[in-house]
């Protein structure tokens, strides 16, 4: 695939262009700040652009800004959020808009070579993906009254993995139940949520977004 890279770690930016690159792909551009990666993404069109949270000038957002951007300008163009922090208003943001080819990881979960690879895939493929303790601090308790208590450990289980991306026969596997226990676990879900399947919403983003922590 064709891959840019923005992080203001040259290290960082090396490392990856190496790895990349030993594994078949191509990294078209690897800039250091926002305003590069935005003139990269026109220029260049990839498959899949992985941006650092903070960068130059005043490294504190310019990252996921420049993420939804991408998102907004060029909606072809997979994103995958490579941070050391979990900013969740903006994590929201990623999920509420269209949830093809988005992730989200973090660098110090990130321990597998092999792992961040296929999570790169599955973003080109359309997927996506987000690291669990995203996905744990997204469904934060906002309420005196937890919605999430009324999941079973199986379902929340299953939640946690619709969230990372998978779909129900990838999920069916990982837990060594049938598709169908895996659609009635879904179904259960979003009933327990409150969530009604109304045209034009998934229910799937709507049940890590419902309690998010604004």
């Not at 903070?54 to 993420?67: I, K, S, V």
């Not at 799937?204 to 604004?214: H, K």
Request: aromatic share 4%; proline share 4%; glycine share 6%.
């Amino acid at each position: 695939m064709r891959v840019i890279l923005a992080d203001d770690s040259v290290l960082l930016r090396e490392g990856l262009s190496r790895l990349l690159e030993d594994a078949g792909h191509q990294v078209v551009a690897a800039v250091g700040d926002a305003s590069a990666l935005l003139a990269a993404v026109s220029r260049d069109q990839p498959d899949v652009a992985v941006v650092d949270v903070r960068m130059p000038p005043t490294h504190t957002d310019e990252g996921l800004r420049a993420a939804l951007e991408i998102r907004d300008r060029w909606p072809g163009v997979g994103v995958l959020v490579l941070s050391q922090y979990v900013e969740k208003p903006y994590a929201a943001k990623l999920l509420a808009g269209a949830t093809e080819s988005v992730g989200y990881l973090l660098k110090d979960r990130v321990t597998e070579v092999a792992e961040f690879l296929d999570s790169l895939e599955r973003i080109r493929e359309g997927g996506t993906v987000f690291d669990p303790e995203v996905v744990r601090q997204l469904l934060a308790r906002t309420t005196h009254v937890d919605p999430l208590s009324r999941l079973t450990g199986r379902e929340a289980e299953v939640l946690r993995h619709l969230a990372q991306g998978f779909v129900n026969a990838a999920i069916a596997e990982r837990l060594h139940v049938s598709l169908s226990t895996v659609e009635k676990h879904v179904n259960a879900i979003f009933d327990k949520l409150g969530l009604l399947n109304t045209p034009g919403y998934s229910r799937r983003v709507l049940a890590i977004l419902r309690y998010l922590d604004e």
